[in-house]
């Protein structure tokens, strides 16, 4: 009789780990709390992300005098520097790579730890869903660590990091563009924040009782009236920083807000083109 009991209680197991989630989110689950596990919950990839910028913080604040001059002359993105394109004054890999480079430099650890929150906050919905085979779950699924199941980690991490970085790219291109010949210069994520502030907002809809929950079903379109309102007051609060900012406090550091619309309109546009990436294996 033991051992009939124990192999339907091991068929059951085998059964519910085949069913698929549940439309709504079980009783037991509090989906108010899947902000605050992003914190310790979220995926690899945005944790690595994160220990990245803190290890060149550190480097930058604490390490050899030289290293640290090193990494501001050619890690940040200065406008001026690209004068000097066609000429043979510099390797045309120092024009490239602070592209890069200025991502995961800060101009303070304040500056960090709010775009790190924000990583956590916007990427993490953003990473599980690329993580995620959408046909293997109901389309209003709310993405949680307690909801879901990562049927590609790998690939969907490579996508989240292949996104973040060119985000970042389009963002610094734009910032040269705008401030060509104007001494000007960049550090810090938040272009690729941006980028994926908006990718999260257009995976979003309203779940009744819980507010705006990130799901995985299909990205909202550019003309719902809710990215349609979102974006507007992002795009007006960066444009509102760029002419008061420095009426509002003079000696603060300078912000710089046209980067931050860049990345949040290539986040809008592209992140559509990368979800169909994460799921074109299985079409």
């Known amino acids: 009789m033991s051992k009939n009991k124990t192999i339907m209680r091991l068929n059951c197991t085998i059964s519910a780990m085949k069913a698929k989630p549940l439309d709504h989110p079980p009783e037991t689950h509090d989906p108010s709390n899947n902000k605050a596990q992003w914190a310790y919950r979220a995926p690899t990839i945005i944790n690595s992300l994160i220990v990245i910028m ?3 913080s550190l480097l930058l604040s604490f390490g050899p005098k030289d290293l640290m001059l090193y990494f501001r002359v050619w890690g940040t993105l200065y406008t001026d520097r690209y004068l000097y394109i066609g000429s043979d004054f510099m390797s045309p890999v120092l024009f490239v790579s602070p592209l890069l480079t200025y991502i995961f430099l800060h101009g303070g650890w304040l500056h960090l ?19 995620s085979d959408l046909k293997a779950f109901s389309p209003e699924t709310i993405i949680s660590p307690d909801t879901i199941v990562l049927t590609r980690p790998f690939r969907g991490s490579l996508l989240f990091l292949l996104f973040f970085l060119l985000a970042g790219v389009f963002s610094g291109i734009v910032f040269v563009a705008l401030h060509f010949g104007n001494n000007a210069s960049v550090v810090g994520a938040s272009g690729s924040v941006s980028a994926l502030m908006a990718a999260a907002i257009r995976i979003a809809i309203p779940v009744k009782g819980q ?4 799901t995985l079903g299909p990205i ?3 003309t719902d009236k809710r990215i349609v309102n979102f974006s507007a007051a992002i795009i007006g609060l960066n444009i509102f920083i760029g002419l008061f900012g420095r009426l509002i406090d003079p000696n603060g550091p300078a912000i710089a807000w046209d980067a931050h619309i860049a990345g949040y309109l290539f986040g809008l546009l592209v ?8 799921q074109s294996t299985n079409r």
């Not at 992140?271 to 994460?278: I, M, N, Q, V």
């Open 211 to 214: 507010g705006m929950m990130h």
């Open 271 to 278: 992140f559509p083109l990368f979800d169909w990436a994460a």
């Open 113 to 131: 730890f709010m775009n790190s929150v924000f990583l956590l906050a916007f990427g993490a919905p953003v990473a599980y869903r690329l993580m």
């Open 54 to 56: 803190v290890a060149v």
């Open 220 to 222: 909202l379109p550019l």
